[in-house]
């Protein structure tokens, strides 16, 4: 049965919607996306009272690890990466809700383990049945994960119980490729439940272009060609390639960089005002800044 926690003092009173009780699944648990921006966002939503109370986090990868291993491993991890002062009662009761386990991507019998690993950790934590699965992988992973995760009947969605997965970019390595990846996954999984994202939009400076262009009363009127001469888009990176060789052998810097993290801030940077802040309004905005650049 789950169990009744004392929340820390260190988490803060939500004002709004606390996110639902679900298990978070991440695939890549050992990988630098996790132990630099996953473990620290996730953190820090607890510290502001956005994660429930019924909440855990089960890795998953390929280094042979046990829960207390993995506990231990992203101690360290966070404590190198962690964006402010670390609350020890905080952590600890974070720390409490990761279980860990090792498996090959493309072996059956992973999943038939992280299905119980899943039940163990909605069991002891009360996630309601509700589970999302986020891919921190090489993209060459991405179709098959979620078939396997199908075959063990993890993407299925019951009793009001929800799934989703999570893929990073880059989907595809071009056009073709990205369909196919699209056209896999849509033959396991439902258009809402599957989440294309990129992080780049969750910098703080991105997410406050929208407001600074089209709630500002100094800037919305004079945001046109008429009175800008041009806009130059910068990215100045402060890490470099580090334990990434492989990825970057793989994808190139263009592709990692250029057709997501890029086209997204000029998209942002240039397109007209939505109809709505609805995500379909936003993204059909986007897409026509797209279709309006000339090869």
């Known amino acids: 049965m789950a169990q009744t926690e004392v929340l820390p003092a260190a988490i803060k009173p939500r004002v709004g919607r606390v996110a639902d009780p679900c298990v978070m699944v991440i695939f890549g ?43 231990k491993k992203m101690t360290e991890d966070f ?26 991507f493309d072996n059956p019998d992973t999943y038939t383990q992280l299905k119980d690993a ?22 060459n992973y991405f179709g098959s994960i979620v078939e396997h995760l199908s075959q063990v009947g993890l993407m299925n969605e019951s009793n009001s119980h929800w799934r989703r997965v999570i893929i990073e970019k880059p989907f595809g390595h071009d056009l073709d490729t990205a369909k196919a990846l699209n056209q896999k996954l849509l033959k396991v999984a439902s258009e809402c439940q599957i989440y294309r994202i990129d992080h780049y939009l969750g910098k703080e400076t991105v997410q406050n272009i929208l407001a600074l262009r089209f709630a500002n009363g100094i800037f919305e009127p004079i945001w046109n060609r008429r009175y800008i001469d041009h806009v ?20 190139g810097a263009l592709r990692d960089m250029v057709p997501n993290h890029i086209m997204q801030l000029i998209t942002l940077t240039a397109m007209e005002p939505p109809i709505s802040f609805e995500a379909n309004a936003v993204r059909d905005e986007q897409a026509k800044i797209l279709h309006a650049i000339q090869p």
Request: hydrophobic residues 35%.
């Open 29 to 71: 648990f050992s990988g630098d996306l996790t132990r630099r921006k996953l473990i620290p966002a996730l953190y820090n939503l607890a510290s502001q009272g956005a994660l429930s109370r019924e909440f855990a986090i089960v890795g998953l990868g390929r280094t042979p690890m046990n829960d207390d291993d993995a506990r």
């Open 79 to 104: 404590k190198r990466f962690a964006s402010g002062a670390i609350d020890g009662d905080l952590w600890d009761w974070f720390t409490r809700r990761i279980y860990y386990r090792s498996g090959d």
């Open 118 to 139: 899943i039940a163990k950790a909605d069991q002891e934590h009360g996630a309601k049945g509700n589970c999302f699965f986020y891919l921190a992988t090489a993209p």
């Open 232 to 251: 130059q888009i910068s990215v100045v990176e402060t890490v470099g390639v580090e334990q990434r060789g492989g990825y970057y052998d793989g994808a």
